[in-house]
């Protein structure tokens, strides 16, 4: 992803839901990128939840992979 780009949060789940929707949309050429803002992590604790943000220019290219994704109970 370029500099500039208009980030879109698509996703929100678990980190092993999130890497594997994310492996899925890079298979279809879409950049993704995983944040995890939990504080948390000094405390040997796992974030509750992680959030995938794509290019708002990717997202309709990226809704039937991501509708498909939450249908068929991936997360």
């Known amino acids: ?6 980030l879109i949060k698509v996703f929100t789940g678990s980190e092993f ?7 899925k949309l890079e ?3 879409i950049s993704a990128i ?3 803002d939990f504080n948390g ?3 040997g604790t796992i974030s509750p939840a992680v ?3 794509i290019n708002e220019s ?4 990226a809704e039937p992979l991501i509708k498909e994704f939450l249908q068929n109970d991936e997360v």
């Open 1 to 6: 992803m370029k500099k500039g780009d208009n």
């Open 34 to 36: 995983v944040r995890n």
């Open 41 to 43: 992590a000094f405390l």
């Open 17 to 23: 839901s999130v890497f594997l929707l994310k492996a």
């Open 27 to 29: 298979d279809i050429g």
């Open 51 to 53: 959030d995938l943000f």
């Open 58 to 61: 990717d997202l309709e290219k």
